[in-house]
């Protein structure tokens, strides 16, 4: 079945380091990637997705690329901020008749300090 | 802008008692999902709602959880006799038809003692 594979946290970082969040999938198909993020106390929030191999998504400073020779989909931004610790998910959607559910990655929680 | 709202959000329970969840999904969207997130672990998909019956389900989805879309507005999660392992997060989500995106809920927090 579809899985999805991100680095373990905690990550902390000073602010304005370069963060780099590594996820990889495997699907049957050809999925949508997206990339979630849960604020303390939140729901989850989308940030960022790519539908296509070569696609990058981007929002808020961060960005990822769909690598499909690679089954990646890392997360990046270049200068991170206190409002940046969070948990991120990476999360895959196959298209398919029925249900277009959601698989997650394990979660990564990210602590910027000033 | 338009969002998707759960209530409540806290519910504490006893073992062995029915709860409700609510939601309340983007007006035009299509499909609705449920969620659930153990404390600390990752976010599990347990059922997909598409034209007024289930379209897909989980292993965790099991004959104690059912869905409902009573009106043209909520859709419910109902479990009929909670045990110790449910208590977790539960987050609903909505999609439109043509955009893939999921828009969730803020969650309820479901506590069973």
């Known amino acids: 079945g579809d899985s999805v594979t991100q680095m373990e946290g905690p990550v902390t970082l000073s602010e304005e380091a370069f963060l780099t969040i590594n996820c990889t999938y495997t699907?049957?198909?050809?999925?949508?990637l997206f990339w979630y993020v849960q604020y303390p106390g939140e729901g989850l929030q989308l940030l960022l997705k790519?539908?296509?191999?070569?696609d990058k998504g981007s929002n808020k400073g961060f960005e990822a690329t769909y690598r499909k020779e690679t089954t990646s989909f890392h997360l990046e931004k270049g200068s991170v901020q206190v409002s940046d610790s969070a948990v991120y998910f990476c999360?895959?959607?196959?298209?398919?008749?029925?249900?277009?559910?959601?698989?997650f990655g394990g979660g990564t929680r990210v602590l910027v300090k000033p | 802008e338009p969002e998707v709202t759960q209530t409540p959000s806290h519910q504490v329970t006893q073992m062995g008692q029915e709860v409700i969840l609510r939601c309340v999904p983007i007006?035009?969207?299509?499909?609705f999902y449920w969620y659930r997130q153990i404390l600390g672990q990752k976010v599990e998909f347990l059922v997909s709602?598409?034209?007024?019956?289930?379209?897909?389900k989980s292993e965790i989805f099991d004959d104690q959880f059912s869905v409902e879309r009573p009106d043209g507005s909520n859709f419910t999660l109902k479990i009929r006799s909670t045990k110790l392992e449910d208590s977790a997060m539960y987050f609903c989500?909505?999609?439109?038809?043509?955009?893939?995106?999921?828009?969730f809920g803020p969650g309820t927090r479901l506590t069973v003692l």
């Open positions: 709602f598409y034209n007024n019956e289930i379209s897909e």
């Open positions: 699907a049957t198909g050809y999925p949508s």
């Open positions: 999360a895959l959607m196959e298209i398919k008749a029925a249900g277009n559910k959601l698989t």
């Open positions: 989500a909505s999609r439109q038809g043509t955009i893939r995106e999921q828009f």
């Open positions: 790519a539908t296509k191999a070569d």
């Open positions: 007006s035009n969207h299509l499909y």
